[in-house]
């Protein structure tokens, strides 16, 4: 497993950050016109830049201290993305409905929470292994559980229910959350540009999403 710090990347500079999801897909052309496309990646991986955040020199401060603690690129970490960290859809409050995770079968105990896209035509549906510790509530057949019910491991997603409370066959087991996206840097290097920085350039920060 890649080393990694359950850490949050300071949120006052994640606010104004930019990036998303990035796929890799083989195109041919034929002579014809027509195409044959071809998914490389079965899931999505989140590329972002941290700088349009950093607009002092406390917070470049914040962010060079922060680096070097992670050693570059070695160690992972949490970010919070402002466009896409809740189960719920745009605007919509949370709740343990939000999202379906499994169904039971009267034996399996552990479920892997999951946030899915779309759904008329191809939904994608992604591992969320990053929740934010306090925020997983969880319903089985539509009712809402209490928190003693199950367990939610914070650094994997998983949600385990206790002796006593296993979903029963057939029982739709849903959850909503909060959740950050596990990152690294994408480079060794931190140019720092003060001259530049004092006359508004703003330094790179590339951050890629890790699977963990």
Avoid at 99 to 107: E, N
């Amino acid at each position: 497993m890649p080393a990694f710090h359950e850490i949050l990347f300071p949120l006052d500079i994640a606010l104004k950050s930019a990036g998303g999801p990035e796929r890799r897909t083989e195109v041919v052309t034929f002579g014809s016109g027509r195409e044959a496309r071809n998914a490389r990646w079965a899931h999505s991986r989140r590329r972002y830049d941290a700088g349009y955040g950093v607009k002092s020199l406390q917070a470049l401060q914040a962010v060079v201290a922060f680096f070097e603690e992670r050693r570059g690129q070695l160690y992972g970490f949490r970010w919070r993305d402002r466009l896409d960290h809740s189960s719920a859809a745009a605007g919509a409050p949370l709740s343990p409905l939000d999202q379906g995770i499994g169904t039971g079968d009267g034996a399996t105990a552990t479920f892997q929470l999951v946030k899915t896209y779309g759904a008329g035509f191809a939904p994608y549906a992604r591992e969320i292994a990053k929740p934010v510790d306090g925020s997983v509530r969880v319903a089985v057949g539509g009712s809402e559980l209490a928190g003693t019910a199950f367990n939610c491991d914070a650094a994997t997603g998983r949600v385990t229910f206790v002796s006593g409370h296993i979903p029963a066959a057939g029982a739709a087991i849903t959850a909503g959350f909060l959740f950050d996206v596990p990152v690294r840097f994408d480079t060794d290097y931190l140019e720092v540009d003060l001259s530049a920085f004092a006359a508004g350039a703003i330094p790179k920060i590339p951050l890629v999403e890790i699977k963990v």
